[in-house]
């Protein structure tokens, strides 16, 4: 059976799907997206991103292209046509077709779209080996806590983690404190064992795995301070990790030119990811 995608009210060919070159998504990335992971059929957090992707169409003053059981049907039905057992589903809400005008016009009909990638993450080696991350200026703009499609400082950092032979980068604001990955939040276990991720304002998207981490965490007795960390602090950290839908919980092994730890994934980190994975494939529950 052909890939399929959605695009506003269709199921068609994934290599034949297209949106308007006026698209204002395609003009001026004036688009809203979501990411969610696709473990053992099941949809990690879909509620979690629902919501995320309602405050982001709020922010951008944008309606909301179907009611949100719809939205689920047709992610759920995409999921089931596609046959993807373990993978990601992406989903994008634009603010539909326009003659190119910087205004946001009103009235317009958004464009949704939906394509889904077969991945299997949990066999994925740097889960257990643990990657290695660089750190850059954050130049992005001032409201990152808006899941919008205009990615293009995060896909530069990426690209230069890439060259760098990195995972990911970690941006540091204009204090040295680090913000987040490019398309990851960021994590570490200081040396005084305090486990640190920065706290939720416009210069972070507050991930939906962030959440989920910090809910298990809690469950387990583990305190997370939501404080902003310096990229100093998080070199000489004893522990650091990566959390995302698509990355899970990543171990961070070294940072620029620091080895993290002994090398190896911290003890703490393998044990919120495994309680993490667990939850994802149902053996915790509600997962
Ligand atoms: N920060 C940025 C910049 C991201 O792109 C992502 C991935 N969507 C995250 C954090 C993590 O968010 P989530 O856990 O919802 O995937």
Not at 5 to 18: E, F, I, K, L
Not at 59 to 81: C, F, K, Q
Not at 164 to 169: P, V
Request: hydrophobic share 40%; glycine share 8%.
């Amino acid at each position: 059976m052909a890939r399929l995608a959605y695009v506003d009210g269709r199921y068609v060919a994934h290599n034949a799907a297209s949106v308007h070159v006026e698209d204002r998504g395609f003009q001026f990335s004036d688009g809203v997206y979501e990411v969610i992971s696709i473990v053992g059929r099941r949809l990690i957090d879909m509620e979690g991103h629902l919501d995320r992707l309602e405050r982001s169409l709020k922010a951008l003053d944008m309606p909301e292209p179907v009611s949100r059981p719809v939205l689920a049907m047709i992610m759920r039905e995409l999921v089931t046509r596609n046959r993807v057992r373990e993978g990601i589903i992406y989903l994008q809400v634009t603010r539909g077709v326009a003659p190119r005008d910087h205004k946001f016009p009103a009235g317009l009909k958004p464009t949704l779209v939906m394509t889904t990638k077969h991945v299997d993450f949990l066999n994925q080696k740097r889960l257990s080996d643990g990657v290695k991350v660089i750190s850059i200026p954050d130049i992005r703009w001032g409201r990152c806590d808006i899941k919008a499609v205009a990615l293009l400082p995060n896909c530069m950092g990426k690209t230069q983690a890439a060259s760098a032979g990195a995972y990911e980068a970690w941006q540091v604001d204009t204090e040295g404190f680090v913000t987040e990955g490019t398309s990851s939040n960021a994590w570490i276990l200081t040396r005084d064992n305090v486990l640190k991720t920065r706290g939720l304002g416009p210069d972070i998207l507050r991930g939906v795995t962030r959440d989920s981490l910090m809910r298990i965490a809690a469950e387990e007795g583990v305190t997370v301070v939501e404080e902003a960390f310096t990229v100093e602090e998080a070199r000489d950290a004893r522990e650091a990790f990566v959390t995302s839908a698509t990355s899970f919980l990543t171990p961070v092994v070294k940072i620029d030119d620091r080895v993290i730890g002994n090398g190896a994934p911290g003890s703490l980190s393998c044990r919120l990811q495994r309680w993490y994975i667990d939850y994802c494939t149902g053996v915790r529950g509600n997962g």
